[in-house]
């Protein structure tokens, strides 16, 4: 459980709740102040490839001790932004080892 105690990654995390109508539909945008969280960045799953051989996705999990929001979140790691998947995943079984996670997708990729 050292990545929880010792977390070998920081990612800053926006939450984005805000949403706006123009022209186009609903426009989600950036609500409140971004937060800076650590945890172990790693990559979760790559899905198969298509016929011409192209990567289709990718994902990569997010794990922490607490999660600050909720599902509709942008993170930048390392220079790249990143959308949640879903929900986060919450484990509470045991003080020791409770922790959260969440999964992420790379904002302006194929896939």
């Known amino acids: 459980m050292s990545l929880l105690y010792n977390p070998p990654h920081e990612v800053t995390a926006q939450p984005y709740a805000r ?3 123009d022209t ?4 989600w945008g950036p609500e409140g102040d971004p937060v800076q969280v650590r945890g172990a960045f790693q990559i979760q799953t790559v ?3 298509d016929e011409q051989g192209r990567q289709v996705e990718e994902l990569f999990l997010f794990i922490c001790r607490r ?4 599902p ?4 930048t790691f390392e220079g790249t932004e990143y959308e949640q998947v879903g929900a986060p995943r919450r484990y509470r ?18 896939g």
Not at 72 to 75: D, F, G, K
């Open 72 to 75: 509709h979140t942008r993170v």
């Open 19 to 21: 949403n706006t109508q």
């Open 47 to 49: 899905a198969e490839q």
């Open 67 to 70: 999660w600050p929001f909720g």
């Open 93 to 110: 079984m045991s003080p020791r080892t409770a922790h959260d996670d969440v999964v992420l997708r790379a904002v302006g990729t194929d």
């Open 24 to 27: 186009y539909g609903t426009t």
